[in-house]
Nanobody
């Protein structure tokens, strides 16, 4: 059974940092394209960052230079380091795995940035 479990969310003041983790079971993350998405109230879910099986990364323009996606193959975990957080970053953040298994999602973790 495939499971993606996010952690690391919370409340932080503007300018602060958080690191989100996505621990996987039932799949090998490095064989999938991994992504972090977010959804703010009243808005559509959007891609924040992704990392391919080859390690290539891609970021939304709004987070470039502030967020970093990485993968620890030994721990089968993907991370999202978020620095210089802004109130506009407030959202539920979801981990996504896409590959031969299809499209799998975690349950989400709330990030709240106060001004």
């Amino acid at each position: 059974q495939v499971q993606l479990v996010e952690s690391g969310g919370g409340r932080v003041q503007a300018g602060g940092s958080l690191r989100l983790s996505c621990a996987a079971s039932g799949i090998i993350l490095r064989t999938n394209v991994m992504g972090w998405y977010r959804q703010a109230p009243g808005k559509q879910r959007e891609l924040v960052a992704s990392i391919t099986t080859g390690g290539n990364t891609n970021y939304a323009d709004s987070v470039k230079g502030r967020f970093t996606i990485s993968r620890d193959n030994a721990k089968n975990t993907v991370y999202l380091q978020m620095n210089s957080l802004k109130p506009d970053d407030t959202a539920v953040y979801y981990c996504n795995a896409r590959g031969l298994i299809g499209d799998r999602w975690g349950q989400g973790t709330q990030v709240t940035v106060s001004s």
